[in-house]
């Protein structure tokens, strides 16, 4: 088998299951791999720390699939990682109020770079690495086999794939073709999906647990959900009992969904608004008129990209928050998140304290929050928890 010898002072993070192989910790690559292919990863003095995927071209050299000394990564391997994800989701599936959720996690579930989301009878999948994309054909027979269903749709888009030096990639990998919207049940509320345009896979199911308990807070509130992409906490919101819900998002087509998600759960638009513009332009209007709400829901796409822009990153969430907290009634509520995986839970809490100070508010924390059960992540692997929320009563 091929194989990746690492420098003896970098072998210290695959020791303690961490998956990534960064390239500097790589002294030497012996018999030329192709992207994606299987290699033996092995400390400096010869001792077989598992194997992984090679990627050439990203920084991250190598991801390890497995950290046993049988390294064989083989058909057999990748299905039975295939049907360990679809089981211990099995809770999930036989819930009834809820059909749409992450069947496989990436790293968390021991497949790199591999998405695959259920929206009822539909499949879709992201392929984010060299590795991913040397599986897929071995996974999506796999997901037929222990995840029956009516089509399996490919949205390889993601930014990574860039840095692992492939194209994106999106269209039907086996199936039917899926309708332009398809209807998901989520705790209870209906929402439509497009699983071919929208954006990631189509829905943000790392919320999915959290548009519940936050919307458990909204009795009979006027609430502002910012960054409402195509309404999901509002309309969750509105069917707990918010007297109102004003949706904030920058994308048209989103806030059409947000239209017909309402539409499809409460039957008529009378107690929602849906503004389109960026958040910041229009919570500063919102604040300079005296507008003030019940409850202010902030999911912001990611502000830090990198480890450089993490202070910028820190800023923008401080203000966005600042802003937030000025909008609220006296009691309200403050459902805030971040999904950067740079920012960690320490920092962003850290980071709405400060806003806090400045908008001379005394904040409750109620509870913290973080990605839904279906997003798991590996103890070891502390990237993997990258969404985090804070849910504050605001006196
Ligand atoms: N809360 C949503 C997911 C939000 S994703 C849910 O539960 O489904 C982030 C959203 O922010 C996207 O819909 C994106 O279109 C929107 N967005 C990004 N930048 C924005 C900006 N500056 N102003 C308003 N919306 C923005």
Known sequence: MKEVVLNPEREFSVARRHPWIFSGAVAAVKGDPEPGETVRVVSAAGKVLGAGSYSPESQIRVRMWTFSE????????VRGRVARAIGVRAV???EASTDAFRLINAEADGMPGVIVDRYGEWLV????????EYWKSVIVEALQTYMPCRG????????TRKFEGLADAAGLLAGEMPPERIEITEHGCRYLVDIRGGQKTGFYLDQRDNRRTVALYANGGEVLNAFSYTGGFGVAALNAGARSVTHVDISEPALTMARENTLLNVCDLACSEFIRGKVFEVLRKFRDRGR??????????????????LMKAARGYKDINLLGLKLL????????FSC????TPELFQKVVADAAVDARRDVQLTMRMQQSTDHPQSLCFPEGLYLKGLLCRVW
């Open 70 to 77: 049988d390294t064989d990564v083989d058909r057999a391997l």
């Open 92 to 94: 999930l599936l036989a």
């Open 125 to 132: 999948c992201q392929f984010t690495t060299a590795g991913a």
């Open 152 to 159: 399996i749709y490919e949205r390889s888009e993601a930014d």
């Open 292 to 309: 003030l709400f019940d409850m202010v829901i902030l999911d912001p796409p990611k502000f830090a990209e990198s480890k450089g822009s």
């Open 329 to 336: 009634r006296p009691g309200g509520v403050l459902a805030t």
């Open 340 to 343: 950067s995986g740079r920012m």
